[in-house]
C-alpha cells in the first residue's frame, strides 16, 4: 500500500457492530438467564474461543477439514487450530481434561461468541452469542426434562408470556429408528439421512407437501432454484410424512402414534419409551400445560446428538421492517450428546445441554415489547462554560459520582450549542450548566432534556421558548446532588 492510499472501512461480511443499546440489552438477558441456571444448580466455566481443530472433532462442522464451516488457522507447530463453532465441543473437551477433579455430574453454564465460517444471509451471521447449560456424567432422561423446564423457565424470566413460546421435544432414537424403517440406515446412508433430516426439519417454512418434496425428486422455490431431494420412492416418504404429523397437544396420543412407526427397530422403540419417560417427568412437575410438549417433527441439525432434542420456540407474530407479518421461531435449543466426552475419554460419559440464542432472542424481545430498542439515559453531562474553570466543572463531576450518579465533563472544544447537542446525543437526562453569573451567584442551571424536549414539541416560537424556559431550573451549587437525583427519579433506568 503507498503512502497515499487508505484502508477502506469496511464491516466483513456476515459481522456486525454492537452499539449500546444492543450491548445493553445482551447484558440484561445474560442476568435474568443466569439466575434462572443458578436456581437449578449450574455454575460457570469459560473455555477459549480457540480450540485445536481436532478436538471439535467430525461433527463440527458436516465436512472434515478445517475451513470448511470452521474458521480455522495453522499454528507456529503447523497444528491446526479454529474458533469454536458452539459452546458444547469445548465444554466436552474441558470435561474431559479435568475429568477427575470434577464434581459428577457436572453442572456449568457458558456464555460467549461462535463463530460460522458459512454463506451469510438475511438473519445469519458468522458471529453470534449463545448462553448455554450442560449437565455431563447424568445418564438417565430426567437430566433432559429438567433442562427443558429451565428452559421454560428462561421463556417466562425474560419476559414471554405463557402461551407464546413452547419448548418442543423429540428423541434422535426415534429419528434413526424411522430412517431403519424406511431402510437408510448404516454408514453408507448417512449423507441421505441428513438430507432427510433437513427436509423434516423445514416443515414449519414449506408444510407437507414442501417436505414431501424435499424427499422426494427435490424442490423449486419462487425464484427458480431447485434444491435436490433425498431420492426416497412414495412408500419410504409416506412413513416420514406420517412421523412428522404423529404430534398431538396430548404426549400419551403422540407416543401411541409413534410406536407402531418404530416397532420393528429396537434403537426407535427405546426413543419412544424415552419420551414417553420425559412426558411423565414434565407432568409430574406441572409443566405439561402447553410449555413443554412432545413433538416429531424437532430436527436439530448438528450430528453429535445422540437422544432427546428439544427446540425453545416463540409463537407470536410481529410485524417486520417491511411491514410483513414474521414469526421469530427457534431461539433456543440443545439434546442428549452422550458420545461428544467420550471421544477423549474411550468410555461411556453421558451429558445433554440447551443452548439460548442470545441475539435472535433479543430481536424477538423488541418485537414484543418487553424491551426498548433505545440505548437507555447517558451520564448526566457537565458543560464547560469557561475553560480557565476547567478544576471546578471536574469537582462537581466528582461530586455527582460520589453520590453514584454517572456523569462526565464535556471534554470536546465547542461551544454551549454543541455541547448540548452532545448530551443529546448520549440520550442524557440532563446537563449541569454554570457561567460566570452563576459561578459569582454560587449556583448552577440544571436542564432536564428529557422533559424539555417534551415541551418544545408544544412552542411555536422562539418568544415563546424564551419565556417558558421550559424544563430549567436553578440552584444553590450546594444542592447540585439533591436537585439532580430529583430529576433523574422522574426517569426509570435513568
Known amino acids: 500500500m503507498t503512502r497515499d492510499e487508505k484502508p477502506k472501512a469496511r464491516l466483513p461480511r456476515g459481522f456486525v457492530d454492537r452499539h449500546p443499546a444492543d450491548i445493553k440489552l445482551a447484558d440484561e438477558m445474560i442476568g435474568k438467564i443466569k439466575q434462572v441456571y443458578e436456581l437449578y444448580g449450574f455454575e460457570p466455566v469459560e473455555t477459549p474461543l480457540i480450540e485445536y481443530t481436532d478436538a471439535l472433532g467430525k461433527f463440527l462442522p458436516d465436512q472434515d477439514r478445517p475451513n470448511e464451516g470452521v474458521f480455522s488457522l495453522q499454528d507456529d507447530d503447523e497444528q491446526w487450530m479454529s474458533l469454536r463453532y458452539d459452546l458444547t465441543a469445548p465444554l466436552a473437551r474441558y470435561v474431559a481434561e479435568n475429568f477427575d ?27 453470534f452469542m449463545q448462553f448455554d447449560a450442560d449437565t455431563v456424567g447424568a445418564p438417565t432422561v430426567a437430566a433432559d426434562a429438567e433442562i427443558c423446564m429451565m428452559a421454560a423457565d428462561c421463556m417466562e424470566a425474560l419476559g414471554i408470556p405463557r402461551g407464546q413460546y413452547v419448548i418442543r421435544v423429540n428423541n434422535r432414537k426415534v429419528l434413526d429408528g424411522i430412517m431403519e424403517a424406511i431402510g437408510i440406515g448404516g454408514d453408507d446412508n448417512a449423507g441421505r439421512r441428513l438430507t432427510v433430516l433437513r427436509a423434516i426439519d423445514k416443515l414449519d417454512k414449506f408444510g407437507p407437501e414442501g417436505v414431501r418434496l424435499l424427499l422426494g425428486a427435490g424442490r423449486m422455490d419462487e425464484s427458480g432454484d431447485f434444491t435436490k431431494g433425498a431420492g426416497l420412492d412414495e412408500a419410504q416418504i409416506a412413513v416420514v410424512i406420517g412421523f412428522v404429523g404423529a404430534g398431538s397437544v396430548d404426549a400419551d396420543l ?163 450549542k454543541a455541547q448540548v447537542k452532545y448530551a443529546d446525543k448520549r440520550n442524557s437526562p440532563c446537563v449541569i450548566i454554570q457561567g460566570s453569573n452563576e459561578r459569582d451567584a454560587g449556583e448552577v442551571q440544571i436542564k432536564d432534556l428529557i422533559e424539555g424536549a417534551r415541551l418544545a414539541k408544544g412552542i411555536s416560537s422562539n418568544e415563546e421558548w424564551r419565556e417558558s424556559r421550559p424544563a430549567q431550573i436553578t440552584v444553590p451549587e450546594a444542592d447540585l446532588v439533591a436537585a439532580v437525583r430529583d430529576i433523574l427519579a422522574r426517569y426509570p433506568g435513568a
Not at 101 to 127: A, I, W
Not at 320 to 337: E, L, P, T
Open 254 to 416: 403422540t407416543i401411541a402414534n409413534l410406536r407402531p412407526l418404530v416397532a420393528a427397530s429396537a434403537t426407535g422403540t427405546a426413543g419412544v419409551d424415552e419420551l414417553a419417560e420425559i412426558a411423565a417427568l414434565v407432568r409430574a412437575a406441572g409443566y405439561d400445560d402447553g410449555r413443554v410438549r412432545i413433538d416429531p417433527s424437532v430436527v436439530r441439525g448438528l450430528e453429535y446428538y445422540t437422544g432427546p432434542v428439544y427446540e425453545a420456540e416463540l409463537l407470536f407474530e410481529a410485524v417486520n421492517d417491511d411491514g410483513q407479518k414474521v414469526r421469530f421461531g427457534s431461539v433456543g435449543g440443545g439434546g442428549r450428546y452422550d458420545g461428544l466426552v467420550s471421544r477423549f475419554r474411550g468410555e461411556p460419559v453421558p451429558a445433554t445441554g440447551f443452548s439460548v440464542g442470545v441475539s435472535r432472542l433479543a430481536a424477538a424481545l423488541k418485537a414484543l415489547g418487553k424491551v426498548e430498542a433505545g440505548a437507555g439515559y447517558g451520564p448526566v453531562v457537565v458543560l464547560v462554560m469557561d475553560k480557565a474553570e476547567a478544576a471546578r466543572y471536574q469537582a462537581m463531576v466528582a461530586r455527582l459520582r460520589a453520590a453514584g450518579i454517572r456523569a462526565e465533563m464535556y471534554l470536546g472544544g465547542s461551544g454551549m
Open 101 to 127: 477433579k470434577l464434581p459428577k455430574p457436572y453442572r456449568s453454564y457458558r456464555v460467549g461468541y461462535v463463530f460460522r465460517n458459512e454463506k451469510p444471509g438475511p438473519g445469519r451471521f458468522r458471529q
